[in-house]
């Protein structure tokens, strides 16, 4: 198993331009989750899904939009890039059920908005 | 409005000693809780967790203690050893309709000297 895998590691975008981080998880888990991580800070949820076809908004959900076309795949798109969403992007999955909400964490995406 | 607090930016220990990592929140609907530990250019990987039902969990060298009362937890590592120099981040679960969602503290960077 890969687990979650996220592309690309890096990346460099101007201001206005659009761009869409991708997800990958081969668990079959039903939840998927973006968070970002500003410098000093905790994760801070974007969006969440529950299920191919259902999404839901987090905590900064504003300038993101996401889909969930398959279980596999959680894309997260930022449409007009702006500096405040310079930062460390982590995609996560975990099972329905389970013992605890253990969640399975991607190696991130590190966004620089200039 | 920080839910989840990790006061403490940086801890340092010496190898061989006990690490205490702290965490408050203020919420009193989350109901279980996590650590998670974090390496340099990786995704957060999830040590461990404890029900708001107990007041302790312990697994090999790590163990949580919570303290409902004082909203109050702790992660205790005995003995410290190096590979334990990361930056761990304590999370609170908190029942959604759709889904339950962590949030999650700034983090504390553990450094375990030799």
């Known amino acids: 198993n890969a687990g979650v895998t996220q592309t690309p590691k890096f990346r460099i975008l101007k201001i206005g331009q659009s761009m869409t981080l991708q997800c990958a998880q081969d668990?079959?888990?039903?939840?998927m989750y973006w968070y970002r991580q500003d410098p000093g800070m905790g994760l801070k949820l974007i969006y969440y899904s529950v299920g191919a076809g259902i999404t839901d908004k987090g905590e900064v959900p504003n300038g993101y939009n996401v889909s969930r076309s398959t279980t596999e795949d959680f894309p997260l798109r930022l449409e007009l890039a702006a500096p405040s969403q310079t930062s460390v992007y982590f995609c996560?999955?975990?099972?329905?059920?389970?013992?605890?909400?253990?969640?399975?964490f991607g190696p991130g995406t590190r966004l620089t908005v200039l | 409005d920080q839910q989840v607090k990790q006061n403490s930016p940086s801890l340092s220990v010496q190898e061989g000693r006990i690490s205490i990592l702290n965490c408050d929140y203020t919420?009193?609907?989350?109901?279980?809780f996590l650590w998670y530990k974090k390496y340099p250019a990786e995704g957060p990987t999830f040590l461990i967790s404890i029900s708001s039902i107990k007041d302790k969990n312990e697994d090999g060298r790590f163990t949580v203690f919570l303290n409902k009362s004082a909203k109050h937890l702790s992660l205790h590592i005995v003995p410290s050893q190096p590979g334990d120099s990361a930056v761990y981040f304590c999370?609170?679960?908190?029942?959604?309709?759709?889904?339950?969602?962590?949030?999650f503290g700034a983090g504390t960077i553990l450094r375990v000297k030799s």
């Open positions: 919420n009193s609907m989350f109901d279980y």
């Open positions: 999370a609170a679960r908190r029942r959604m309709e759709y889904g339950n969602k962590l949030v």
């Open positions: 996560a999955s975990r099972r329905t059920s389970g013992r605890s909400d253990e969640q399975f």
């Open positions: 668990m079959n888990h039903n939840y």
